[in-house]
Every structure is written in C-alpha cells, then in structure tokens.
C-alpha cells in the first residue's frame, strides 16, 4: 500500500489490502487510527463501509470521516500475518450536491388524462420529484 493516498468525498473507494499467504488468507481485519473497525451488521450493499471477500476496505460513499490510518492484517488458518504498513488516507473535494430529479408529464391531446383544478387549468399527469 502507498504512504498515503487520496479519496473523493462524495464518491465510492477503495483500499487494498495486499498479502501473499500461503495457505491461503482466510480474513482480513483492517484497522483505522490503530482501533479495529467495526463490523456492520447491515448486507455489504448497504453498509457504508464493509471489507470485500478479496480482502479489500470498501467505502460505498467516502466522507469527511473516512480520514484517518489504515492498516490491514491477514489471518489464515496458521494464524496472524503481519500488519500492512499503515497508509494515511485523506478525503478531498466538496460535498456533492444533493441531486434531485424531477419528471414533469402532461397528457394535452384529447381525451385529457390530467388533471382540472379550480381555475380549469389543466394539471400534469406526473408531477414528481425524487431525491
């Protein structure tokens, strides 16, 4: 692993943990700022952080906290590996911008499919905004 590396905020990373063992690694332990990170009880999809099966820390959307040093250590069935050597992770950019998407659809051909309001004005059919 490099000294240090840089990651986006906003975007998903990814830091590697490289190990040759033989037998083969079994489990990956990493640790941030010399404490064991916490295991998410979440499913891998939704949890922010989780370690991949290849050993690698996954952060599904990097933020200001992700800053800190990493370290990982492999396990196999003989016992502990040795401890990568700690890599200083720094979180660069801005905020992204909370996107939204908004859909606007309005049926105007006869037969109108929308809506009439009080003032018989013609409604959207689809008048919705997801964030």
Known sequence: ??????????????????????????????????RPLAADAAPPPSRRVHVDRRGSLV????????????????????GAGRSSTTVRVYVRGDDLPSTQSCISLSVSAAP?????????SQLPLIDSCIN
């Open 1 to 34: 692993m490099p000294v240090e590396t840089y990651l986006g905020r906003g975007l998903p990373g990814r830091l590697d943990c490289v190990v040759d063992a033989n037998p083969p690694v079994s489990q990956v332990v990493w640790t941030k700022n010399e």
């Open 59 to 78: 952060f599904r959307v990097v933020s200001a906290v992700d800053e800190g040093r990493y370290a990982c250590a492999a396990y196999s069935p003989l």
């Open 112 to 120: 109108f499919l929308g809506f009439i309001d009080q003032n018989n």
